[in-house]
């Protein structure tokens, strides 16, 4: 596929997603934070390289559609308002400070609702990881446009995120990262700790450190302490969109250490060798010769994604701005044919007729697009 054909194939998916979900023209908003921050970033992408202001301004709106409904508490809901709990041009102007909801179809579980693990993953709540996405967006949206208000949320963000995520049991105890907390933050709704949270936040709020304005110190306490949360970290999967994020977190990471971060060069060895390892168990699984209706496409689309940042990493090595040892690298880059494997099942549009496909349309269109055009949610 040429790059003119994926650039088209992109634009016209986030074409059909801005006309699907409310956003152009402006109708009833459905926003979900993890398929909307990939959307922002595709818009950001496709405007840079296609020139046109008109992407740019749906990624803005897009920002504003999610503060204003997944900052909000839900309409059919016993509380309304702002998260956060702020009024008026407050919150307007602070529009993360209370975080920002999932975007789940069922209300989150009441204080006393028992635990039902299958209901929990259709209920609404916060995660983690899905903030540290949007807090990416929200980064690359200010790289983009200059306006430091996105960066500020970004941070307001990532303060709220930790404060409320992090938990430290004290006694010696280590911490860890909750997978699942309330809408308001106030209580854990998942106490597990997801594999690699800890390693999303360091790389992202890293990242928020390199983009701050004038180069001002943001989140050092936060950074450190994820850092921390980091050692010895055990991130190999054998879960598609795990391997496709690790190989992401990767490649953000060779970003920073080539911006002069000393503390992200020496995470990268163990993170691409961990990679390397998932890379090759899932190379002698069968899962991509099995057929649709059993396939979960955006979870092989994250594995793609993760596989462009591979080639990436590659052309960097080879440029001599970054150093890596030559068998970890060979063993990543003979996978990256796995990418137009992954693409091409899912661009046939016999494929998209499975239930897997339409079930989770959006997710799995807006994550077809950033494979076909990764720049604007890869880079920097």
């Known amino acids: 596929m040429s790059q003119s054909d994926r650039l088209s194939g992109a634009r016209r998916i986030m074409e059909w997603f801005a006309r699907s979900t409310g956003l152009e023209p402006e109708g009833?908003?459905?926003r979900y934070l993890w398929t909307d921050a990939f959307a922002v970033c595709n818009y950001l992408g496709l405007a840079e390289a296609t020139g046109d202001d008109r992407l740019?301004?749906?990624?803005?709106?897009?920002?504003?559609?999610?503060?204003?409904?997944?900052?909000?508490?839900?309409?059919?809901?016993?509380?309304?308002?702002?998260?956060?709990?702020?009024?008026?041009?407050?919150?307007?102007?602070?529009?993360?400070?209370?975080?920002l909801r999932i975007g789940k179809r069922h209300p989150e579980r009441g204080p006393y609702e028992p635990y039902d693990a299958e209901a929990e993953w259709d209920r609404d709540g916060q995660y983690f990881h899905y903030l540290t996405r949007w807090m990416w967006a929200l980064g690359r949206l200010w790289r983009v446009t200059g306006e430091p208000r996105f960066h500020a949320w970004a941070v307001e963000l990532a303060e709220v995120a930790f404060r409320a995520f992090v938990h430290a049991p004290g006694e010696g105890a280590p911490s860890h990262i909750h997978w699942k907390m309330s809408v308001d933050l106030s209580r854990p709704l998942v106490t597990s700790a997801g594999q690699h949270d800890a390693l999303d936040g360091f790389v992202t709020l890293s990242a928020l450190q390199v983009m701050a304005p004038e180069g001002r110190p943001v989140l050092l306490r936060e950074v450190?302490?994820?850092?921390?949360?980091?050692?010895?970290g055990a991130w190999a999967t054998a879960d598609a969109l795990g391997i496709g994020g690790l190989l992401t977190?990767?490649?953000?990471?060779?970003?920073?250490?080539e911006a002069g971060r000393r503390r992200e060069r020496a995470l990268l060895a163990?993170?691409?060798?961990?990679?390397?390892?998932?890379?090759?168990?899932?190379?002698?699984?069968?899962?991509?010769?099995?057929?649709?209706?059993?396939?979960?496409?955006?979870?092989?689309?994250?594995?793609?994604?993760?596989?462009?940042?591979?080639?990436?990493?590659?052309?960097?090595?080879?440029?001599?701005?970054?150093?890596?040892?030559?068998?970890?690298?060979?063993?990543?880059?003979?996978?990256?044919?796995?990418?137009?494997?992954?693409?091409?099942?899912?661009?046939?549009a016999r494929h998209r007729e499975a239930e897997t496909w339409t079930?989770?349309?959006?997710?799995?269109?807006?994550?077809?697009?950033?494979?076909?055009?990764p720049n604007g949610y890869l880079d920097l």
């Open 270 to 348: 163990s993170v691409l060798d961990q990679a390397r390892w998932s890379l090759d168990a899932f190379g002698r699984s069968r899962t991509l010769r099995a057929g649709a209706w059993t396939r979960l496409p955006f979870r092989e689309l994250g594995l793609s994604i993760g596989l462009a940042a591979v080639s990436r990493i590659a052309r960097d090595v080879k440029a001599g701005s970054i150093r890596l040892a030559g068998p970890v690298l060979e063993s990543l880059v003979r996978h990256v044919p796995l990418r137009g494997e992954i693409e091409s099942f899912w661009v046939d």
């Open 359 to 373: 079930g989770h349309r959006d997710i799995n269109a807006v994550m077809l697009a950033t494979s076909l055009a």
């Open 56 to 99: 740019l301004g749906l990624a803005v709106r897009l920002v504003d559609q999610v503060h204003h409904v997944l900052g909000r508490h839900r309409p059919d809901g016993r509380r309304q308002g702002w998260i956060s709990g702020l009024e008026g041009d407050e919150a307007e102007q602070r529009p993360t400070a209370g975080g």
């Open 224 to 232: 450190s302490e994820l850092e921390e949360l980091c050692r010895d």
């Open 249 to 257: 977190d990767a490649w953000r990471l060779v970003q920073l250490s």
């Open 28 to 30: 009833e908003p459905r």
